[in-house]
Protein backbone atom coordinates (compact mmCIF):
# COMPACT_ATOMS: atom_id res chain seq x y z
CA UNK A 1 0.00 0.00 0.00
CA UNK A 2 3.03 2.40 0.84
CA UNK A 3 4.69 1.86 -2.38
CA UNK A 4 1.58 2.27 -4.33
CA UNK A 5 0.77 5.32 -2.54
CA UNK A 6 4.84 6.58 -2.84
CA UNK A 7 4.60 5.93 -6.41
CA UNK A 8 1.29 7.99 -7.36
CA UNK A 9 3.19 11.26 -6.56
CA UNK A 10 5.91 10.86 -8.89
CA UNK A 11 4.25 9.14 -11.83
CA UNK A 12 1.98 12.04 -11.39
CA UNK A 13 4.99 14.82 -11.59
CA UNK A 14 6.44 13.23 -14.37
CA UNK A 15 3.17 13.73 -16.10
CA UNK A 16 2.61 17.12 -15.25
CA UNK A 17 5.94 17.73 -16.37
CA UNK A 18 6.04 16.26 -19.73
CA UNK A 19 2.42 18.30 -20.03
CA UNK A 20 4.48 21.51 -19.04
CA UNK A 21 7.04 21.13 -21.86
CA UNK A 22 4.34 19.87 -24.31
CA UNK A 23 2.62 23.04 -23.69
CA UNK A 24 5.65 25.06 -23.75
CA UNK A 25 6.51 23.49 -26.96
CA UNK A 26 3.09 24.58 -28.24
CA UNK A 27 3.48 28.32 -27.35
CA UNK A 28 6.57 28.59 -28.95
CA UNK A 29 6.75 31.10 -32.12
CA UNK A 30 8.81 30.70 -36.10
CA UNK A 31 11.76 32.11 -34.67
CA UNK A 32 12.40 29.63 -31.75
CA UNK A 33 11.57 26.39 -34.12
CA UNK A 34 13.97 28.24 -36.73
CA UNK A 35 16.55 28.28 -33.88
CA UNK A 36 15.65 24.47 -32.66
CA UNK A 37 16.28 23.35 -35.89
CA UNK A 38 19.60 24.65 -36.14
CA UNK A 39 20.66 22.99 -32.88
CA UNK A 40 19.35 19.75 -33.77
CA UNK A 41 20.96 19.59 -36.94
CA UNK A 42 24.17 20.95 -35.49
CA UNK A 43 23.31 18.15 -32.75
CA UNK A 44 22.99 15.36 -34.63
CA UNK A 45 26.18 16.10 -36.91
CA UNK A 46 28.35 16.51 -33.64
CA UNK A 47 26.93 13.11 -32.49
CA UNK A 48 27.60 11.46 -35.73
CA UNK A 49 31.80 13.04 -35.58
CA UNK A 50 32.04 11.77 -31.63
CA UNK A 51 30.71 8.27 -32.58
CA UNK A 52 33.09 7.82 -35.60
CA UNK A 53 35.78 9.49 -33.87
CA UNK A 54 35.32 7.57 -31.12
CA UNK A 55 35.83 4.33 -33.23
CA UNK A 56 38.26 5.67 -34.97
CA UNK A 57 40.40 6.03 -32.13
CA UNK A 58 39.96 3.02 -30.62
CA UNK A 59 40.72 1.42 -33.38
CA UNK A 60 44.05 3.40 -34.18
CA UNK A 61 45.27 2.68 -30.83
CA UNK A 62 44.70 -1.00 -31.18
CA UNK A 63 46.31 -1.43 -34.02
CA UNK A 64 48.89 0.59 -32.72
CA UNK A 65 49.92 -1.47 -29.97
CA UNK A 66 49.45 -4.42 -31.83
CA UNK A 67 51.96 -3.12 -34.83
CA UNK A 68 54.72 -2.02 -32.17
CA UNK A 69 55.14 -5.25 -30.50
CA UNK A 70 55.15 -6.28 -33.48
CA UNK A 71 58.00 -4.23 -34.98
CA UNK A 72 60.22 -4.89 -32.07
CA UNK A 73 59.91 -8.50 -32.42
CA UNK A 74 60.52 -8.56 -35.89
CA UNK A 75 64.16 -9.93 -37.03
CA UNK A 76 63.35 -8.61 -40.87
CA UNK A 77 62.01 -5.73 -42.38
CA UNK A 78 59.95 -7.41 -44.70
CA UNK A 79 58.39 -9.37 -41.93
CA UNK A 80 56.81 -5.29 -40.78
CA UNK A 81 55.82 -4.31 -44.16
CA UNK A 82 53.56 -7.42 -44.69
CA UNK A 83 51.76 -5.91 -41.00
CA UNK A 84 51.06 -2.22 -42.72
CA UNK A 85 48.07 -3.86 -44.89
CA UNK A 86 46.77 -5.21 -41.26
CA UNK A 87 47.04 -1.80 -39.43
CA UNK A 88 45.56 0.46 -41.69
CA UNK A 89 44.17 2.68 -39.27
CA UNK A 90 47.52 2.96 -37.21
CA UNK A 91 49.45 6.12 -37.88
CA UNK A 92 52.70 3.78 -36.72
CA UNK A 93 52.30 1.95 -39.61
CA UNK A 94 51.84 4.38 -42.30
CA UNK A 95 55.06 6.31 -40.70
CA UNK A 96 56.97 2.86 -41.20
CA UNK A 97 55.15 2.59 -44.77
CA UNK A 98 56.29 5.62 -46.39
CA UNK A 99 59.82 5.49 -44.73
CA UNK A 100 60.69 1.84 -46.16
CA UNK A 101 59.49 2.77 -49.64
CA UNK A 102 61.99 5.68 -49.19
CA UNK A 103 64.32 3.46 -48.06
CA UNK A 104 63.74 0.26 -50.48
CA UNK A 105 63.68 3.28 -53.49
CA UNK A 106 67.70 4.46 -51.97
CA UNK A 107 68.96 1.09 -50.96
CA UNK A 108 67.07 -2.01 -53.01
CA UNK A 109 65.70 -2.94 -50.17
CA UNK A 110 69.30 -4.28 -48.70
CA UNK A 111 71.88 -2.67 -46.54
CA UNK A 112 71.87 -0.17 -44.57
CA UNK A 113 70.83 3.53 -45.67
CA UNK A 114 73.20 5.91 -47.96
CA UNK A 115 71.57 8.95 -46.64
CA UNK A 116 69.37 9.05 -43.63
CA UNK A 117 67.87 12.64 -44.71
CA UNK A 118 65.21 11.37 -47.40
CA UNK A 119 64.50 9.09 -44.52
CA UNK A 120 63.56 11.45 -41.91
CA UNK A 121 61.40 14.20 -44.50
CA UNK A 122 59.56 10.75 -45.02
CA UNK A 123 59.20 10.38 -41.49
CA UNK A 124 57.91 13.66 -41.18
CA UNK A 125 55.66 13.79 -43.88
CA UNK A 126 53.98 10.59 -42.59
CA UNK A 127 53.57 11.66 -39.45
CA UNK A 128 52.51 15.09 -40.30
CA UNK A 129 49.32 13.28 -42.44
CA UNK A 130 48.90 10.66 -40.06
CA UNK A 131 47.92 12.81 -37.53
CA UNK A 132 46.22 15.81 -40.25
CA UNK A 133 43.77 12.43 -40.57
CA UNK A 134 43.27 12.13 -37.00
CA UNK A 135 42.24 15.77 -36.34
CA UNK A 136 39.66 15.38 -39.14
CA UNK A 137 36.26 16.90 -38.59
CA UNK A 138 37.33 18.11 -35.21
CA UNK A 139 36.88 21.66 -36.51
CA UNK A 140 33.47 21.32 -36.33
CA UNK A 141 33.53 20.26 -32.62
CA UNK A 142 35.01 23.50 -31.46
CA UNK A 143 32.71 25.20 -34.03
CA UNK A 144 29.57 24.02 -32.12
CA UNK A 145 30.73 24.43 -28.56
CA UNK A 146 31.55 27.79 -28.99
CA UNK A 147 28.33 29.02 -31.59
CA UNK A 148 25.38 26.97 -29.80
CA UNK A 149 25.11 28.62 -26.96
CA UNK A 150 24.71 32.04 -28.86
CA UNK A 151 22.34 30.33 -31.13
CA UNK A 152 20.59 29.36 -28.30
CA UNK A 153 21.02 32.67 -26.62
CA UNK A 154 19.80 34.63 -29.78
CA UNK A 155 16.67 32.29 -29.23
CA UNK A 156 16.28 33.52 -25.29
CA UNK A 157 16.50 37.48 -26.60
CA UNK A 158 13.74 36.52 -29.06
CA UNK A 159 11.70 34.91 -26.44
CA UNK A 160 12.19 37.88 -24.07
CA UNK A 161 11.15 40.58 -26.85
CA UNK A 162 8.13 38.28 -27.58
CA UNK A 163 7.49 38.39 -23.69
CA UNK A 164 7.60 42.46 -23.49
CA UNK A 165 5.26 42.66 -26.85
CA UNK A 166 2.74 40.17 -25.42
CA UNK A 167 2.85 42.39 -22.13
CA UNK A 168 2.34 45.75 -24.25
CA UNK A 169 -0.46 44.01 -26.23
CA UNK A 170 -2.05 42.50 -22.99
CA UNK A 171 -1.74 45.89 -21.00
CA UNK A 172 -1.16 43.70 -17.86
CA UNK A 173 1.40 41.79 -16.37
CA UNK A 174 -0.36 38.17 -16.81
CA UNK A 175 1.75 35.01 -16.87
CA UNK A 176 -1.11 34.41 -20.14
CA UNK A 177 0.89 37.63 -21.80
CA UNK A 178 4.71 36.58 -21.33
CA UNK A 179 4.22 32.42 -21.52
CA UNK A 180 5.32 32.36 -25.46
CA UNK A 181 8.15 34.13 -24.68
CA UNK A 182 9.39 32.85 -21.58
CA UNK A 183 8.60 29.14 -22.90
CA UNK A 184 10.43 30.38 -26.11
CA UNK A 185 13.52 31.67 -24.01
CA UNK A 186 13.69 28.76 -21.75
CA UNK A 187 13.60 26.17 -24.40
CA UNK A 188 16.12 27.84 -26.48
CA UNK A 189 18.57 28.12 -24.01
CA UNK A 190 17.82 24.75 -22.89
CA UNK A 191 18.79 23.63 -26.38
CA UNK A 192 21.74 25.23 -26.20
CA UNK A 193 23.72 24.37 -23.79
CA UNK A 194 22.76 20.16 -24.81
CA UNK A 195 24.07 20.80 -28.08
CA UNK A 196 27.41 22.69 -26.77
CA UNK A 197 28.08 20.60 -23.55
CA UNK A 198 28.83 17.40 -25.21
CA UNK A 199 30.71 19.06 -28.06
CA UNK A 200 32.89 20.60 -25.99
CA UNK A 201 33.94 17.62 -23.83
CA UNK A 202 34.62 15.63 -26.88
CA UNK A 203 36.96 18.08 -28.61
CA UNK A 204 38.38 18.08 -25.25
CA UNK A 205 38.91 14.45 -24.90
CA UNK A 206 39.95 14.17 -28.64
CA UNK A 207 42.56 16.63 -28.92
CA UNK A 208 43.67 15.09 -25.92
CA UNK A 209 44.20 11.38 -27.95
CA UNK A 210 45.82 13.46 -30.70
CA UNK A 211 48.40 14.62 -28.41
CA UNK A 212 49.11 11.17 -27.42
CA UNK A 213 48.94 9.62 -30.49
CA UNK A 214 51.47 13.30 -32.20
CA UNK A 215 54.16 11.48 -29.17
CA UNK A 216 53.52 8.01 -29.91
CA UNK A 217 54.64 8.65 -33.96
CA UNK A 218 57.29 10.76 -32.94
CA UNK A 219 59.02 8.37 -30.83
CA UNK A 220 58.59 5.72 -33.22
CA UNK A 221 59.83 7.39 -35.91
CA UNK A 222 62.73 8.03 -34.00
CA UNK A 223 63.23 4.49 -33.38
CA UNK A 224 62.54 3.32 -36.67
CA UNK A 225 65.52 6.04 -37.92
CA UNK A 226 67.59 4.17 -35.37
CA UNK A 227 66.98 1.00 -36.73
CA UNK A 228 67.36 1.47 -40.02
CA UNK A 229 70.86 2.93 -39.49
CA UNK A 230 72.34 0.50 -37.02
CA UNK A 231 71.32 -2.09 -40.26
CA UNK A 232 74.50 -4.02 -40.66
CA UNK A 233 76.01 -4.14 -44.49
CA UNK A 234 75.87 -6.91 -45.91
CA UNK A 235 78.53 -9.26 -46.64
CA UNK A 236 79.57 -11.10 -49.24
CA UNK A 237 78.91 -13.95 -48.10
CA UNK A 238 74.65 -12.81 -47.38
CA UNK A 239 72.27 -13.91 -50.16
CA UNK A 240 69.14 -13.55 -47.57
CA UNK A 241 66.96 -10.48 -46.98
CA UNK A 242 68.57 -8.27 -44.60
CA UNK A 243 68.26 -8.86 -40.58
CA UNK A 244 66.83 -6.10 -38.91
CA UNK A 245 68.52 -4.85 -35.26
CA UNK A 246 66.66 -6.81 -32.80
CA UNK A 247 65.41 -4.52 -29.68
CA UNK A 248 67.43 -5.36 -27.51
CA UNK A 249 70.76 -5.22 -30.30
CA UNK A 250 69.18 -1.84 -30.90
CA UNK A 251 69.53 -0.60 -26.88
CA UNK A 252 65.52 1.35 -27.72
CA UNK A 253 63.13 1.31 -26.14
CA UNK A 254 63.95 -1.92 -23.76
Known amino acids: MQAD ?35 LFASLYSWTIILAKWS ?15 FRNAKRLQEIAVLTSDSTAS ?30 RSAQTAASEAIT ?14 TAPFVGLFGTVMGVVEAFHGLGTAGSATLRAVAPGMAE ?39 LLNSLE ?11 PEDFPREAERGVYK
Open 5 to 39: GGSGPVQTGSTQAIGALTEMMGNIGPIAIGVLAIL
Open 56 to 70: TFRRATRESRRFIRA
Open 91 to 120: PLAQVFEDVYETYRRQTGGSGPPRNLAPLE
Open 133 to 146: SLERRLTWLATTAQ
Open 185 to 223: ALVTTAAGLFVAVPAVVAYNQFTARIRVFASAVDDFARE
Open 230 to 240: EIPARGPASHG
